[in-house]
């Protein structure tokens, strides 16, 4: 963090352009475990879908402020950390595994939506869950901070389930409370489920099961008040969108053979994404 970083206010750090020009960096923010959107193959190198996303919107950065030699600097966050550091001003840019929504659009604002999803199920094959039901008065995990906890908490109480609901600190700590069986199942977005079971001890004992709760759209996560880049990044997914290098990023990642093991994750892209690739909305959930 830079001398005196800690002392910005949130409206002195919101036109990020100009910050990135005058210090000649830019910071940017990678999950360790969002396979297949941002996540580690080695101690420093972030990988992913939006890894890729993140990395078009730096050459746009670089190619308006004319700094082929612009500083990147990248930095692990948390589904809980993820706001305040931007917000704080500690990084410019979050491209992931983040839901916009209403409640977070006060805090933050969203690009355009680079996927769509819902909360299922992660269980293993032998224990008979096949859907919310099954989960009555028995243990479910999910993680810290994430819209799926509260979903979850809602649907149980709407259905009078008593599911038990225990919080990981992150995906890879949810998981193994699920391979463990201190919990029955893992509850998260789907497509995070299918890339955690890919890359997993024992993928073929592992199945995502369960109705998709409430479809939300996942945009990169920018300062608030920040019209002009805002305007970048959206215009650097319109470009991709409409080149079809955006088709072309979505069938590697989420079609084809992804590191660190090869595995597939065999999701083709759902109709709400093909839909926004013409809509270009940043419409939050519901």
Same mark, same amino acid.
């Given at each position: 963090?830079?001398?005196g970083?800690?002392?910005?206010?949130?409206?002195?750090?919101?036109?990020?352009?100009?910050?990135?020009?005058?210090?000649?960096?830019?910071?940017?923010?990678?999950?360790?475990?969002?396979?297949?959107?941002?996540?580690?193959?080695?101690?420093?190198?972030?990988v992913?879908?939006?890894?890729?996303?993140?990395?078009?919107i730096?050459?746009?950065?670089?190619?308006?402020?004319?700094?082929?030699?612009l500083?990147?600097?990248?930095?692990?966050?948390? &589904?809980?950390t993820?706001?305040?550091? #931007?917000? %704080?001003? =500690?990084?410019?840019?979050?491209? +992931? @595994? /983040?839901?916009?929504?209403?409640?977070?659009?006060?805090?933050?604002?969203?690009?355009?939506?680079?996927?769509?999803?819902?909360?299922?199920?992660?269980?293993?094959?032998?224990? &008979?869950?096949?859907?919310?039901?099954? #989960?009555? %008065?028995? =243990?479910?995990?999910?993680?810290? +901070? @994430? /819209?799926?906890e509260?979903?979850?908490?809602?649907?149980?109480?709407?259905?009078?389930?008593?599911?038990?609901?225990i919080?990981?600190?992150?995906?890879?700590?949810?998981?193994?409370?699920?391979?463990?069986?201190?919990?029955?199942?893992?509850?998260?977005?789907?497509?995070?489920?299918?890339?955690?079971?890919?890359?997993?001890?024992?993928?073929?004992?592992?199945?995502?099961?369960?109705?998709?709760?409430?479809?939300?759209?996942?945009?990169?996560?920018?300062?608030?008040?920040?019209?002009?880049?805002?305007?970048?990044?959206?215009?650097?997914?319109?470009r991709?969108?409409?080149?079809?290098?955006?088709?072309?990023?979505?069938?590697r990642?989420?079609?084809?053979?992804?590191?660190?093991?090869?595995?597939?994750?065999?999701?083709?892209?759902?109709?709400?994404?093909?839909?926004?690739?013409?809509?270009?909305?940043?419409?939050?959930a519901?």
């Amino acid at each position: 963090m830079g001398v005196g970083l800690t002392s910005v206010t949130p409206s002195a750090t919101a036109q990020t352009l100009k910050k990135v020009a005058d210090s000649n960096k830019i910071t940017v923010s990678y999950r360790e475990s969002s396979v297949p959107f941002s996540y580690l193959i080695s101690p420093t190198k972030p990988v992913g879908f939006a890894v890729d996303l993140t990395e078009a919107i730096i050459d746009d950065v670089r190619a308006k402020l004319k700094k082929k030699d612009l500083e990147v600097a990248y930095i692990p966050v948390t &589904g809980q950390t993820r706001i305040p550091l #931007l917000v %704080n001003g =500690t990084y410019d840019l979050e491209c +992931g @595994s /983040t839901t916009n929504n209403s409640a977070r659009g006060k805090e933050v604002t969203f690009a355009i939506s680079h996927f769509y999803t819902g909360t299922r199920l992660l269980a293993k094959k032998s224990s &008979g869950i096949k859907n919310y039901a099954d #989960l009555a %008065n028995k =243990t479910v995990a999910t993680t810290a +901070g @994430s /819209t799926n906890e509260k979903v979850l908490r809602a649907y149980s109480a709407d259905k009078n389930l008593n599911i038990q609901i225990i919080l990981g600190k992150d995906y890879e700590d949810a998981l193994q409370l699920v391979e463990t069986d201190r919990a029955m199942a893992f509850a998260m977005d789907d497509i995070l489920l299918f890339g955690l079971r890919a890359n997993s001890k024992n993928p073929g004992s592992l199945e995502v099961v369960g109705d998709t709760l409430q479809v939300e759209p996942y945009g990169c996560m920018l300062r608030k008040d920040d019209p002009e880049f805002k305007k970048l990044v959206d215009g650097t997914i319109t470009r991709l969108m409409k080149s079809g290098e955006f088709s072309r990023l979505y069938a590697r990642w989420f079609e084809a053979p992804i590191p660190p093991k090869g595995m597939v994750l065999g999701m083709p892209m759902s109709e709400q994404l093909k839909a926004n690739m013409k809509a270009l909305s940043d419409k939050p959930a519901q």
